[in-house]
């Protein structure tokens, strides 16, 4: 089984109903009109990136590509979606926005840029998508300037195990946590976005990588760690019972108890 072909099968299906979202998840007429697709996490831990090259890892249709770059940075994006590299290129001709986007499976990345950053990040909804960590933080690795910024934020790999009840409101755990080499097959039939649009290609594969797993990937890469924070939050609304806080995430209402829901990990080499 080719994982690869089956997921960018997949993510090439949901590019129109992306572009078309009008949402919390894109709303591209926003992003046209001058919203930055960023939250406060990522813009908080990286600061001014006037000047600096970025690698943005697994970019999609490239709105934080673009958003970084509207804030200076000089950025490269890159996604295994031909559709999506598509999109981020058309989106970036329409803004006016200069940013380059090349088409490559992360893991083969290598064999397809030769160049260093001074910032490489890869942010929410990626890392289920990745079958080898260490691997993947080889990639980071290389491509990362001496004395250079990895940034990495995601939903908490403890979501994978937890599941809320609506009715009841408990929080119970349902599923593996640590990193299994096998992957979970999915079958979806439409995307997150809630779209009436119905995905062609709807099997997936996705891995668990549990939080230490993820870290020491990290180290073993040549990489020093500089921060890991948790946050008790989500970056989507995940359940309904769910309400927006001031800075566009997700939490629990009170009194229900706010689990780990997001993280971010920092490092340099």
Known sequence: MNYFTANRNNWNDRVGPHLDDQGEFYNVPAFLAGRSSLKNVELQALGDV????????????????LSWARMGAKVTGIDFSDRSIQAARNLAAKTGIHAEFILANVYDLPENLNA???????TYGILCWLPDMPAFMAVVSRFLNPGGAFLLVDGHPILNMLEY???TRYITCNDAYFHNDQPEHCVVSS???????????SATY???HDLGY?????LQ?????????EFPFCYYRRYKDMWQDENGYWIFPPPLANPPMLFSVQATK
């Not at 090259?53 to 697994?58: C, G, N, Q, T, V």
């Not at 260093?116 to 890869?122: N, P, R, W």
């Not at 890469?221 to 924070?229: A, E, F, I, Y």
């Open 221 to 229: 890469n040549n990489m020093r760690l500089v921060s890991l924070l």
């Open 50 to 65: 006037a000047s600096k090259s970025m690698l943005h890892l697994m970019c999609h249709i490239g709105l934080d590509s």
């Open 214 to 218: 993820i870290v020491n990937s990290l």
């Open 206 to 208: 996705q891995w668990n």
């Open 116 to 122: 260093t950053f001074d910032i490489v990040i890869a």
């Open 165 to 167: 009840n609506e009715i």
């Open 191 to 201: 995307s997150y976005t809630n779209s009436t649009k119905i995905l062609n290609n």
